[in-house]
């Protein structure tokens, strides 16, 4: 299975290393394949660069790892990913971490849906710094939770897939509108981080005891 990735930044690095080293061939979509391909060089012949729309036909299942502000040109130069699972791990943050652009009626990835509407829009990763993602996707040796909500439950469950043959322990939430939520806890986590000086070697973790997280 090909995993695209939209986006050449630090949480692209570390989700592209945590699926290349899980077996997944992965395809970064680029407006500069070149410079792409050289800056994930050192992940190895797995993870390879090339065009938006290119990298997007490769694969069923599409990481939107782009600043919120730039989801709407990426969904643009995709050509709409109609019928692609669409991974959203954008927060939209403030300039200064201190708030959100948008909440308590719709969310980021609720907006993204909107923005490709015959996509199938699942939320996920967005609680996770880059660090974490680049270490292996655990804290203290202990495998990160994964938040996950969409409205389509065979792309939720596909992702879910993922997110466990990677290491991590995947919390089903429900549907897309959950977004609301995991986009105020994604905040905290970086106001803790960045802010109150915790570091980015930090995660949130939901304590299940007995239950289960799928």
């Known amino acids: 299975m090909s995993i695209t990735i939209l986006g050449a930044g ?3 690095k570390g989700l592209a290393g945590l699926f290349a080293n899980s077996g997944y061939e992965v395809v970064l979509g680029s407006r500069d394949p070149s410079k792409a391909q050289a800056a994930f060089a050192s992940l190895g012949a797995k993870v390879r660069a090339t ?3 290119t990298a997007v036909a490769a694969s069923e299942l599409v990481v939107l790892a782009v600043p919120f502000n730039a989801v709407a040109a990426t ?3 995709a050509g709409g990913l109609a019928g692609k699972i669409v991974v959203d791990i954008t927060n939209p943050l403030t300039a200064d971490y ?3 652009t ?7 990835a609720e907006e993204i849906q909107k923005l490709a509407p015959q996509a199938k829009v699942v939320k996920a990763f967005n609680t996770l710094f880059a660090q974490v993602l680049q270490n ?3 804290v203290g040796g202990v495998a990160s939770n994964v938040f996950i909500a969409g409205d389509d439950e065979a792309a939720n469950k596909s992702v879910e897939a993922v997110v466990r043959k990677i290491g991590l322990a995947p919390v089903q939430t429900g549907g897309l509108k959950l977004a609301r939520y995991l986009e105020p806890v ?3 986590n970086i106001v803790l981080g960045y802010v109150r000086g915790f570091g980015t070697d930090i ?4 304590t299940l005891g007995s239950a289960k997280a799928a």
């Open 98 to 100: 201190q708030g959100l």
């Open 51 to 53: 065009d938006i729309k």
């Open 136 to 138: 292996g996707g655990k």
């Open 186 to 188: 994604a905040g905290l």
């Open 75 to 77: 969904i643009e130069a």
């Open 10 to 12: 630090n949480m692209a």
């Open 102 to 108: 948008i909440g308590h009626t719709t969310s980021a």
């Open 203 to 206: 995660a949130p973790t939901w």
